[in-house]
């Protein structure tokens, strides 16, 4: 029998070599005469171990990592394809602490799977929410996500039941499920690591939203630059359609739900519904005036229902368990379990599943292991671009929803993007400025014209001109975009500036007394 060997196939193991290193497998292997068949499988999300390549051995799988292909020569000397030692060697995959600390509900397969092979995704319990599901009403199957507590995970942190709820009441003759996977947020990987790694979860997570609102229809909206994600996700609609996944008849239950993926060019914007629904109707990405609410008019005017991927993902596990069982895990008004993506200058980056509640200071120094340069953490933004930045003052903050927003802070995806002392935080606040403008759908003034003006007045305070001035004036901008925007892209893009200005003051002295001083 051949002996498997998984190699991962998403984006951040292949950027980093991957692809190569299962070539040189095969050609090794083909060479020695060993009859090997390697799996392509989604990343455990361990990127500093990545490309990190996985043997089928008797005590189970064991882990070598990272692999680069100057290693296969070595490697295969060592006997790794018994699960021999060798410098690299990690143990079993599911011991290695970062992994075996964590509580994967939503993330339970990916890795472990191949991503499309359905038959893998069944043999380790995937469909069996879908099938409680088609057991319920639909009512039925919105009361057990509304009492999971299951809130967005694409940023705004809505309750998931009372939007389903909208859209089941909502009568029409067509509704929708669409699910935002543009993922703009820096710092994030979630979306694209589970639709790599386990797409069938969110065609599952799909299905239930349609049997639970009465829409028939799916689609996934994301990036042209997510290339393995969309070929991935294509390849499993394919396979569940001709399995009767999906169609006219959803495990012969007499249920109709189909589903395809849309790609958008990669604006920021896009990503916030309203404008994705636009994009996805052939307009310009641009913010529609709420209400009305997508649950009511949306995609082509029908109640739609705009889901994160991660929010539709959590679902099937809600249906297979229990809701009781998801709730049972987070804190306060956050339940259940939040993907964490751990990224930007730290030693052990990667996703992090986990109940809501540990502190800012747990995730980034003893998850993260702290800064890759070893260089004390200065600043950490949390939520994307549009976050907070925390200093080290506020590492006791738990991940809530409610805490964070306490410190005028928002978790939004769950991205962490973690800078060492070498950061310049008014740059920092001027990026935010900028990046508010190049990415600003321009309906509103107070984003179009205020995020410009922001960087202007940043660039007068780094040149020494009026400083208290330009930071009453600073203060006073964003007061305004915070209030006036119409959508939270010139809404929020003040709490990064405020962070830093409140937080770091000393980056915001001007540059040109600095150099007088010297
Ligand atoms: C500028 C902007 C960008 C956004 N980008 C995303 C995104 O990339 N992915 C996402 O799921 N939600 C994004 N959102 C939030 C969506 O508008 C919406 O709240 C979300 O898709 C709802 O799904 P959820 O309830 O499952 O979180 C963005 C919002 C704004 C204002
Ligand atoms: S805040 Fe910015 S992105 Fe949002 S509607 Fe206004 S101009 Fe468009």
Redesign the pocket.
């Known amino acids: 029998m051949s002996i498997k060997v998984y190699v991962p196939l998403d984006s951040g193991s292949v950027a980093l070599g991957a692809d190569d290193v299962a070539s040189a497998i095969a050609a090794k292997a083909s060479k020695a005469g060993s009859d090997v068949k390697i799996v392509r499988n989604g990343s455990f999300g361990m990127y500093w171990l990545e490309p990190m390549v996985e043997v089928e051995t008797p005590r189970g799988r064991v882990a070598y990592g990272p692999v680069s292909t100057d290693d296969i020569d070595a490697l295969f000397e060592a006997d790794f394809l018994t699960g021999g030692p060798h410098k690299l060697y990690l143990g079993r995959t599911q011991e290695i602490p970062f992994l075996k600390s964590q509580s994967r509900l939503t993330f339970q397969r990916c890795g472990i799977v191949d991503p499309v092979s359905l038959d893998d995704y069944r043999a380790n319990d995937g469909l069996t929410g879908l099938e409680s599901a088609l057991k319920m009403t639909d009512a039925e199957i919105v009361k057990a996500v509304t009492d999971s507590g299951l809130?967005?995970?694409?940023?705004?942190?809505?309750p998931?039941g009372i939007?389903w709820n909208t859209v089941r009441e909502a009568p029409a003759d067509q509704k929708y499920i669409v699910c935002?996977?543009?993922?703009?947020?820096s710092g994030t990987f979630a979306?694209r690591m589970i639709m790599e790694g386990e797409p069938f979860v969110l065609i599952e997570g799909m299905i239930i939203a349609g049997l639970a609102t009465g829409a028939t229809k799916g689609y996934v909206y994301t990036r042209s630059e997510y290339p393995t994600a969309i070929d991935v996700m294509n390849e499993a609609i394919k396979v569940a359609r001709a399995a009767g996944v999906l169609g006219d008849n959803v495990l012969g239950s007499g249920k109709a739900f189909d589903m395809e993926v849309r790609m958008g060019a990669g604006a920021?914007?896009c990503?916030?519904?309203t404008s994705?629904l636009n994009s996805m109707e052939g307009k310009r990405g641009v913010v529609r005036a709420k209400p009305p609410l997508p649950a009511l008019e949306g995609f082509l005017g029908r109640p739609t229902v705009?889901?994160?991927?991660i929010?539709?993902c959590s679902v099937p596990v809600i249906l297979e368990k229990g809701a009781e069982y998801y709730r049972d895990y987070g804190m306060g008004r956050s339940r259940g379990t939040i993907p964490i993506q751990i990224a930007g200058n730290v030693k052990h980056g990667g996703l992090y599943e986990v109940g809501f509640g540990l502190t800012l200071g747990e995730i980034v120094e003893q998850i993260g292991g702290g800064t890759a340069t070893g260089r004390p953490v200065k600043a950490v933004q949390v939520g994307g671009p549009?976050g907070a930045y925390f200093p080290k003052e506020l590492f006791d903050t738990p991940f809530d929803y409610e805490e964070f927003a306490k410190r005028d802070g928002l978790i939004g995806?769950a991205g962490v993007v973690v800078f060492d002392d070498t950061v310049d935080m008014m740059k920092q606040a001027r990026f935010a400025m900028e990046f508010c403008a190049i990415?600003s759908c321009g309906k509103c003034t107070p984003c179009r014209i205020g995020s410009i003006r922001g960087t202007e007045v940043v660039d007068k305070l780094e040149r020494g001109e009026q400083p208290e001035l330009q930071t009453e004036l600073l203060r006073d901008l964003c007061e305004t975009m915070k209030f006036g925007s119409l959508?939270?892209?010139g809404g929020?893009t003040p709490y990064p500036v405020l962070s830093a200005l409140t937080h770091f003051p000393d980056d915001f002295k001007p540059r040109a007394l600095d150099i007088a001083a010297e």
Request: glycine fraction near 16%; proline fraction near 0%; include cysteine.
């Open positions: 809130r967005g995970r694409g940023g705004a942190g809505f998931t939007k935002n996977a543009d993922e703009g947020d979306d920021y914007v990503g916030e519904e994705l705009v889901n994160n991927v929010s539709l549009l995806h990415e959508c939270a892209l929020f």
